[in-house]
Nanobody
């Protein structure tokens, strides 16, 4: 199994910054895509940002220019730097990876438990 643990969420005022981190563990052979999603009650989980192993990134339009995703391929970690936060960024943020376990023959998606981000106005 692959485990993901997020950290760095919290309460911040509008205009502030937060850095989310996600650490992975388990018998990992390879990770292709790493990313962050968010979800508010009553809505579908939505993509915030994702990054491939080679460093290609993709951002939701709502966070472009305010967020930066990065990863450490040696440590299998992924971070999300969020700046100029807005109240509408309030959500539970989930880390996700597409990984291949050493005992497996195909990649699959894994999710963390989520970390709350609350932006006050």
């Amino acid at each position: 199994q692959v485990q993901l643990v997020e950290s760095g969420g919290g309460l911040v005022q509008a205009g502030g910054s937060l850095r989310l981190s996600c650490a992975t563990s388990g018998s990992i052979a390879s990770i292709s895509v790493m990313g962050w999603y968010r979800q508010v009650p009553g809505k579908q989980r939505e993509l915030v940002a994702e990054i491939t192993r080679s460093g290609n990134t993709n951002y939701a339009d709502s966070v472009k220019g305010r967020c930066a995703i990065s990863r450490d391929n040696a440590k299998n970690t992924v971070n999300l730097q969020m700046n100029n936060l807005k109240p509408e960024d309030t959500a539970v943020y989930y880390c996700t990876v597409t990984a291949l376990e050493r005992s497996a023959w195909q990649y699959r998606d894994y999710w963390g438990q989520g970390t709350q981000v609350t932006v006050s106005s």
